[in-house]
């Protein structure tokens, strides 16, 4: 009788003390190692190494610059992280607009929506350029997003991903600095390529083309974030994969062709033509 009671004294020490210990490893997992996006974090003033993400901002611009800037369209449309200048400068759309978290995160005046963006306020198929840019990585539902995303865009509609390479600079150093320093910055979601053209493709999104860019590492002074940095040079003329982000250019493609349907926010004016407003001469040519 004494040896049972022992046993069972036993037993619930030992269940007691792998408790405490599975409840110790997730709190130091909640505090070191757990990513919790934060939308602070879209806004490049509350980031430490500002210099660096100017750096990372630039070299995304230029090859949105040179890559897709002449895309067709009216509409064009921007989620994510903004800097000091206007990302879609470049772009010769009519209709350019920002959607944001927060009215203030904006350095430069711009049509702004504020909304989430795993809920945008937009009827479906009514946008034509999508830019993405890192707003995949400080989501707490990276899916949601795209899927939103796509959804706005218009059939043929163009969108271009920019998103954190988990094997470029930033990626590597991320684990290392979360353990180190608390840095919005680094609470980012480490997403693959591979991973992301599967999202694209169950939402009928073609990928047509894959760059990387911005090679230096995110230490260093300001000579170091140099687009004419010798290694910077060096991996864009071999085409290195090991860049800090990677930019994914997509197509939305749509089964039975491009519809015509009415859109919600078409405006209620309009004049039919053969009103006063849009009268045809209808006079016969001799």
């Not at 903004?82 to 009519?94: I, T």
């Not at 809920?119 to 899916?143: E, G, K, M």
Request: glycine content about 6%; overall charge positive.
């Amino acid at each position: 009788m004494l040896g049972f009671s022992h046993n069972k004294f036993s037993y619930e020490f030992d269940h007691l003390k792998m408790t405490a210990i599975r409840q110790l490893l997730a709190n130091l997992y909640l505090k070191y190692l757990a990513i919790t996006p934060d939308n602070a974090a879209m806004n490049l003033d509350n980031w430490n190494g500002k210099k660096f993400g100017q750096y990372l901002l630039e070299s995304e611009d230029k090859l949105l610059a040179d890559n897709c800037a002449n895309i067709a369209g009216y509409r064009v449309m921007h989620l994510g992280l903004v800097g000091e200048r206007c990302v879609l400068e470049p772009f010769n759309q009519l209709h350019q607009f920002y959607i944001r978290p927060s009215s203030n995160d904006l350095a430069f005046d711009s049509s702004l929506v504020v909304a989430d963006n795993e809920d945008l306020p937009l009827p479906s198929d009514v946008v034509d350029v999508a830019i993405v840019q890192h707003a995949l990585d400080y989501s707490i539902s990276p899916q949601s997003v795209l899927a939103e995303t796509a959804r706005v865009l218009a059939p043929g509609g163009q969108m271009i991903l920019c998103v954190f390479n988990p094997i470029g600079p930033m990626g590597l150093l991320k684990w290392p600095t979360r353990l180190m320093a608390k840095r919005v910055e680094y609470d980012f979601l480490s997403l693959r390529k591979g991973r992301v053209f599967d999202w694209l493709s169950l939402l009928n999104c073609e990928v047509i083309g894959v760059q990387n860019g911005a090679y230096n590492f995110p230490i260093g002074g300001a000579s170091c974030f140099s687009e004419h940095n010798s290694w910077q040079k060096i991996c864009e003329k071999v085409g290195s994969p090991l860049g800090n982000f990677y930019m994914i250019h997509a197509v939305k493609r749509v089964t039975g062709g491009i519809s015509n349907r009415n859109r919600a926010w078409r405006p209620l004016t309009a004049k039919p033509y053969g009103s006063k407003r849009t009268n045809i001469n209808r006079t016969p040519h001799d």
